[in-house]
Structures are given as structure tokens and as C-alpha cells.
């Protein structure tokens, strides 16, 4: 039987780290950046998104041609594979050429002022420049970009056929030959300066290229002797910007725009390449996307954050948000599908469903957050962290209400919450599962079950709030009686289990792991009924049931999110858009959508088929 395709219905993520990712399209209503494996294209007007979706690997530069109606990305791959640069047809959403010619990465591309070709560039273990025919998609030339590894290729703005490559130590006027086919070089003459080239930009009339460095400084070379002139800031090597110059945009009357490391955006005179304004973004800049009449612009930054400036003021103003380190968790408060909310690296952030805006974030500096959950009253969000506590925070202010001190040795990495709010279990990095009374001011230690020896990855309650169930990486699974605070039942396989779901029955139970299956077990006898191969390769991380346990939703370290059928034991759906492992999934409670997380960052939004709603819905007899 063939799978049909879950459709992605939104994404919140962008992938920061990706040099000159943000792109705003000539139309100026979209907004084009990379997310892991995908491209999304965003209409800034409507609201709306939509994917590009072909590569198999993360996506390492894209452009957009000066017309907008072709568009092309680069990926990288690993070790000894081809890399893919995929030319798109804007207008359609297709691709047009798949071309393959690079090994391991592809790490900048340019289209001709015509559109007629374009030029990839390598990453460091391929170093060839290649200049490719759009209409046929076929290779024209190729060479060895430079002895040394090459950064950045950039077409000339009234050219066809000269560009420019900058990289360590080196900057190379590029003519291009196409009669012979060939590529020959002039390298410009920088004197006694070695500089890491990590972005060129070329001034309207062809007569300068301007270099942004490692080190921090800014070059002016000019082209047609490829001679050193002037470089910014002046003033020796105490006033270079700091962490380097990481990207630069022109502006319509000649100034430039300079983004650096530490997160200043600078204003720079034409002529003389003096400093007239800057202003701080949180993150190191790695795009300036201007607006056809230079007034404003988008800054993307390494911490995935994008602001609109004005470029007369230099005014940031903070437009868009996600998560830029791997997502642990993901959860909806009990029976409220409008919200819901993700932990990460150092915070945990709200995130209104609809509009997809993030509604509050808390942060706690240099701690992790494993797990997450609302109280079943909708007044607190407890949370589980490195550090070993258990902290609960209001929903709506992100203040602390309390934590819970020295709750597990090495970090609470699982936590469970019972019906009445009356006491939390949580489960630790060193296997121990513990249960919390919860008072008015206090919150006080009722039992400590030692028996797992590996992390506790996941604790479910049932229902009647008598007994819980925790998976630990220890390859068993515990049923503890909570009224007597002793085991009920164990469960044993050789795997690591990950993740585990109940039945809302609460007769059987699914449990999933490193061995990349699915088990269903009989909670009455602990034997078990049926094993699924869920996973051609990769672990899987994440279950989640349905209100019905009609359907229930897998992923892993595959990156695909599969929707099962639970009586047929068959992935009826494939959700594909992930480009790291899928750490957490969760069904909302209207059922109508799923969400999906994973390491590299990204909030996935599933519509869930509307064929299945129904049955999701529907109360267990």
C-alpha cells in the first residue's frame, strides 16, 4: 500500500547560521529562506507559506535571480556524495534542473545579470568554480577555484561573463571565455595583506568589489586593474569590527550596509567608506535583504531572529522568532488546541497555533530544558532541567512560581502530572522516578522508586491518576502502583526505550526505542501482542495517540513523521520536511493538526487528513 503525504500546513523556523539565507523576492511579498532540507517561501501580505521541498540534506546557500523567476539552493551532504544545486521556477513552485556536480557542499551561488548562467561554488573539500546554462541545465565550465578554499562567488552587475571569487587569502577577478570554454583568472593584488574573503559585493557600475573579512575589516578592490585602494574601519587593527564582517548589502544611492559577528549592523559611506550610523540586533548579522527602494530592510541573524530596520535611522524592530538550538519537548495545555508550548536550549517559549507568534518566552541562562507539561488547570507550566530542578512558571507572565530544588541527580528528564494537579512523578538522568505532593506553598517528596539504572526518557499517568509508567534507556519499562508506591509490572526488551503512549483504554500500551520498532503490550500481563517495524534506519524519539487511539503519530532520527493506523498496524500518511531527528510529536486536542519538533530547530505544523478528524475524535467504548 502506498503512503500518501501528510500536508505541511506551517513552519516555524529559520535556519540563521546559513550565510545570506534571507532573501527578499524582487515582488517584495516574499520572504525566501532555508529551513533544514526545505525552502519556504512566506508571503509577508497574506500570511501564508509554502515549501519548496527537494533536497535531502540541509540547504547551504540560496539566490534569487534579478527578474525573481528563478531561484536556486545549495545543499551540503556528507563525505564522498555529490551535493545538489536545484534551480526552481518561482511562479510554479518547481524545479527545473537538478544539477550534480559538487562533492560534500555547495556554499554560494550567483545568477548572471541575464539569467542565462549560473555560477556554484564548492565548499572546502570541492573548491571548483562551475558555470552552468539555466535554460539547459547543463555545465559549462569548471576549474579549481583557487589553491585555497574559496568562500564566495558573485556575478559582475552588467557582465555576463566576469565574476568574482574571495576566500582565504585570496581574491579573483574571473573572465569567462565561452567560445573556448574556459574560465581564466586575475588574482587582484592585495599587497602585504592576507585576508579571509567571506562575502563580495560589486558597486553598480562594475568599477569596485567590496570584501567583508574574518578579521573584521572591510576591502575595496578595483576591478579593472585588480588593485588594493582603501579598506574600513581606518584606524589600525583595534577599530576592526568585531567577529568579522559577515555580510554586506548596496544601497540605491551608493552607501553600503555591513552586518558583523557580534550583531552591528553599520552604515558606510560610498566614497570615502566611512562609519555614519550602526545599531545592535541580538545574534551575529548573517543577511541583509533590502527592499527595492533601499528604505528598509530584513536582518537575519544567528540566534534566528529577524528584524526590519530602517536604513536612514538604523532602527531595529523585532519581527520574527524560533528556536535556534535542538527542541526537547512540545506540549498542549489539557484540552486547548490555540496554544502550545516547546523547550529548548536555555528557554521555553508559547507559541500562539494559529498565528504561529511566539506569545512568551522564559529563559533560565545556561541551563537545558529536557521536559515540559501544563498543569491540567491550565495555571502553571512544570518544567524539568539540567540542573536537577523542577521549576513551574506562570503561563501568561513566565514568573517563577516555584521550583523544586535537588529533584533528580544530573537533571529531571521526564515529568508527568496527575488529573487533579495534586502531585507531579518525574524521572531523572540517573533513572530514579520520584512523586511530588503538591501543597498551597509546598512541594514535598512522597516516594523515590529506584529500579531503572539508565535515563527515565518518558512517564505517563493513567487516567485515574493510580499508577504510572516510565521508559528508561535501560531497555525496561515499569508500572508503578502510586497508592502503594510499589512496581506493578515490568516490561523488558533489548532497546532503548524513548517514548511510550497509552491506549485511552488504558489496556494496552505502545512503546517505542532505539531498536526502531513499535511494541504493543498488554498491561494486564505485561506480555507482548504485536511489534511493528516502524523505522528503515535511525532510532525512533517520539509517540503520540490520538483521543480515540484510533491513529497515533511516530518519529525518529528517519526524520519522517508517520501517521498509523493503531488496529491495522499500517503508516497510512508521511510527513516529510524535517532535516534533523524528530525529537518530540504531539496530536492537538481538536485533533485536526499534529506538531512536530526536531534537533535542528524547527516547529513543524501538520494538517492532520480531514478523513481521520472523526475518528480521532470519537470516545473509546
Not at 245 to 257: N, Q
Not at 417 to 437: A, F, L, N, P, Y
Not at 492 to 500: D, I, P, V
Not at 516 to 535: H, M, N, P
Request: proline residues 3%.
Amino acid at each position: 500500500m502506498q503512503e500518501q503525504e501528510l500536508e505541511l500546513q506551517a513552519v516555524i523556523g529559520f535556519k540563521g547560521t546559513v550565510q545570506s539565507s534571507l532573501i527578499l523576492h524582487p515582488d517584495q511579498e516574499h520572504l525566501i529562506f532555508p529551513l533544514g532540507c526545505t525552502v519556504v517561501l512566506r508571503n509577508l501580505l497574506q500570511r501564508t507559506q509554502c515549501f519548496l521541498q527537494g533536497h535531502d540534506n540541509q540547504v547551504n546557500c540560496i539566490t534569487v535571480s534579478k527578474s525573481g523567476k528563478l531561484l536556486a539552493s545549495g545543499q551540503k551532504t556528507f563525505m564522498g556524495f555529490p551535493a545538489d544545486v536545484i534551480i526552481w521556477n518561482f511562479e510554479e513552485r518547481r524545479e527545473i534542473h537538478r544539477l550534480s556536480l559538487h562533492k560534500v557542499a555547495v556554499t554560494s551561488l550567483c545568477f548572471s545579470c541575464d539569467e542565462t548562467y549560473l555560477a556554484t561554488l564548492g565548499g572546502q573539500d570541492d573548491n571548483s568554480l562551475v558555470v552552468w546554462e539555466v535554460e539547459r541545465g547543463i555545465a559549462i565550465c569548471g576549474t579549481p577555484a583557487a589553491t585555497d578554499t574559496a568562500h564566495c562567488v558573485r556575478f559582475f552587475n552588467n557582465s555576463e561573463f566576469s565574476l568574482v571569487t574571495g576566500g582565504n587569502y585570496h581574491v579573483v577577478v574571473w573572465q569567462f571565455d565561452l567560445p573556448n570554454k574556459k574560465l581564466r583568472p586575475t588574482q587582484a593584488n592585495l599587497g602585504q595583506m592576507k585576508r579571509v574573503t567571506t562575502n563580495v559585493l560589486i558597486d553598480h557600475a562594475d568599477q569596485f568589489v567590496y570584501c567583508g573579512t574574518s578579521t573584521g575589516d572591510f576591502l575595496q578592490v578595483d576591478l579593472s586593474r585588480g588593485l588594493f585602494k582603501q579598506l574600513c574601519p581606518k584606524g589600525g587593527p583595534g577599530r576592526a569590527f568585531q567577529l568579522g564582517v559577515t555580510c554586506s548589502a548596496l544601497l540605491p544611492e551608493g552607501d553600503m550596509l555591513l552586518g558583523t559577528g557580534d550583531g552591528t549592523v553599520a552604515r558606510i559611506n560610498g566614497e570615502t567608506l566611512a562609519i555614519r550610523a550602526q545599531c545592535k540586533v541580538l545574534g551575529g548579522v548573517t543577511s541583509i535583504a533590502l527592499t527595492d527602494d533601499g528604505t528598509h530592510f530584513f536582518c537575519g541573524t544567528t540566534l534566528s531572529n529577524i528584524y526590519w530596520v530602517d536604513t536612514d535611522t538604523l532602527t531595529a524592530e523585532l519581527r520574527n522568532t524560533c528556536h535556534h538550538e535542538r527542541i526537547n519537548y512540545v506540549a498542549f495545555p489539557r484540552g486547548y488546541s490555540e496554544v502550545f508550548a516547546t523547550c529548548s536550549v536555555t528557554d521555553i517559549r508559547v507559541w500562539n497555533a494559529t498565528t504561529r507568534q511566539e506569545l512568551l518566552r522564559i529563559q533560565v541562562p545556561n541551563m537545558e530544558c529536557y521536559c515540559l507539561d501544563f498543569m491540567p488547570d491550565g495555571k502553571s507550566i512544570i518544567s524539568g532541567w539540567s540542573d536537577g530542578k523542577v521549576r513551574a512558571f506562570l503561563p501568561q507572565s513566565g514568573k517563577l512560581c516555584y521550583a523544586i530544588n535537588d529533584a533528580q541527580k544530573n537533571g529531571v528528564t521526564a515529568v508527568a502530572i496527575s488529573g487533579d494537579c495534586g502531585r507531579i512523578v518525574t524521572g531523572g538522568m540517573e533513572g530514579e522516578v520520584r512523586v511530588w505532593r503538591l501543597g498551597r506553598q509546598t512541594q514535598t517528596m512522597e516516594a523515590s522508586l529506584k529500579e531503572h539504572r539508565g535515563r527515565v526518557w518518558c512517564i505517563k499517568m493513567t487516567d485515574d491518576d493510580s499508577s504510572a509508567v516510565s521508559a528508561s534507556a535501560d531497555g525496561s519499562c515499569i508500572i508503578w502502583d502510586l497508592n502503594t508506591k510499589t512496581r506493578k509490572l515490568c516490561l523488558f526488551e533489548s532497546t532503548m526505550f524513548k517514548s511510550l503512549a497509552y491506549h485511552p483504554d488504558e489496556s494496552q500500551l505502545l512503546t517505542t526505542g532505539s531498536d526502531r520498532k513499535v511494541a504493543y503490550w498488554d498491561t494486564f500481563d505485561g506480555q507482548a501482542i504485536r511489534v511493528l517495524e516502524a523505522s528503515d534506519e535511525g532510532e525512533l524519539c517520539t509517540l503520540s495517540m490520538s483521543k480515540s487511539g484510533s491513529h497515533y503519530v511516530s518519529g525518529g532520527e528517519e526524520r519522517l513523521v508517520k501517521l498509523w493506523d493503531y488496529d491495522r498496524g499500517v503508516a497510512e500518511h508521511l510527513g516529510v520536511g524535517h532535516s534533523g531527528t524528530i525529537t518530540c510529536a504531539a496530536i492537538s486536542p481538536d485533533q485536526t493538526f499534529i506538531v512536530t519538533t526536531g534537533t535542528e530547530g524547527a516547529i513543524l505544523i501538520w494538517t492532520m487528513p480531514p478523513e481521520f478528524v472523526d475518528k480521532c475524535n470519537e470516545m473509546p467504548q
